[in-house]
């Protein structure tokens, strides 16, 4: 499979994406420019964590407007595999991608430790190889990542099973817990989570291998 990894000014986990999925799962995967204005022959893309532009104005408000997420808007309608981790689902939120709002952390506070986040379905090309049920300890280095809104929004995504990961220790202040939710179409998720940054034991937990091998699994079953 070939991934593509989106690289913004202020990007810092696009590196650690790129790793796991070449060197980890073993697949090919490449940087993306955000002034590209095609994202080439690609399976699925990655939007990383980090600072896209120095997260002036919102976190994500200046990225939604680089030529690249012109060209992932594209993909995504197309149904390609669009996963946004961080500050890339801060991007997809302000791009209109997913719905909601990533607001300031429960206790105006960075915070950056690792989580435990329990999967919730298995009905998206994210989760397909998990288990319902099953808990991840994955990282978390946010100060923007409350996932916020409005009663008939939580009461939609709850209904439509596209709440995709809930925190069990909730480290920012989420409503209803949301940790990773996914678009209508279920090919498009947004994680405050890292899973690149747990894809390996020598980092401590490699829970994270789980999210990356079902894109792969789903991949494989769209092409079989």
Not at 94 to 118: M, W
Request: some cysteine; charged content about 15%; aromatic content about 8%.
């Amino acid at each position: 499979m070939r991934f593509g990894v989106v690289v913004f000014p202020g990007s810092n986990c696009d590196h650690d994406a790129w790793y796991a999925l070449s060197h980890n799962l073993g697949h090919l995967a490449e940087f993306i420019w955000h002034d590209s204005v095609s994202l080439g022959s690609i399976d699925a893309v990655i939007l990383p964590g980090g600072f896209s532009y120095g997260d002036y104005l919102r976190c994500g408000a200046i990225a939604k407007f680089s030529p690249v997420m012109a060209a992932v808007k594209s993909f995504a309608a197309e149904g390609g595999l669009v996963l946004g981790i961080c500050n890339g689902f801060q991007v997809l939120v302000e791009s209109g991608l997913l719905p909601g709002a990533l607001l300031r952390n429960r206790e105006l506070k960075f915070v950056c430790r690792p989580v435990t986040v329990r999967v919730e379905t298995l009905n998206t090309p994210f989760t397909s190889a998990a288990q319902r049920g099953q808990i991840l300890t994955l990282p978390v280095a946010h100060g923007e990542g409350c996932y916020y809104a409005d009663t008939p929004l939580l009461a939609t995504l709850k209904a439509e099973d596209r709440v995709v990961l809930r925190y069990v220790d909730n480290p920012n202040g989420s409503l209803d817990d949301i940790a990773g939710i996914c678009n209508e179409r279920r090919n498009v998720m947004g994680m405050m989570p890292h899973p690149e940054r747990a894809a390996d034991n020598l980092l401590g937990s490699a829970d994270g291998r789980v999210i990356l091998e079902s894109m792969v699994f789903s991949l494989a079953g769209a092409h079989a």
